[in-house]
């Protein structure tokens, strides 16, 4: 179900930073409408791994915000 309010990257980073070591805070957010899924219905940690590591700027599907720098 999705909340009412989006977080922003700035938020989600902030969250990050205090409940984990700054080595594990991710540089990027990518907020995505839908997860891509295989045939069985599964996520496709593929797409994903395509979507994280392609330059998204063209991509339709999702939008890639950077997370605050602490």
């Known amino acids: 179900m999705a909340s009412a309010t989006a977080a922003t990257a700035a938020e989600l980073a902030e969250l990050c930073r205090r409940s984990m070591p700054a080595y594990m805070i991710p540089k990027r957010f990518l907020f995505l409408d839908e997860l891509p899924l295989t045939a069985n219905g599964k996520a496709d940690r593929t797409a ?12 339709k599907s999702g939008r890639i915000a950077e997370g605050a720098d602490s």
Do not use: F
Request: aromatic share 0%.
């Open 48 to 59: 994903l791994t395509a979507l994280a590591t392609a330059d998204v700027s063209g991509c």
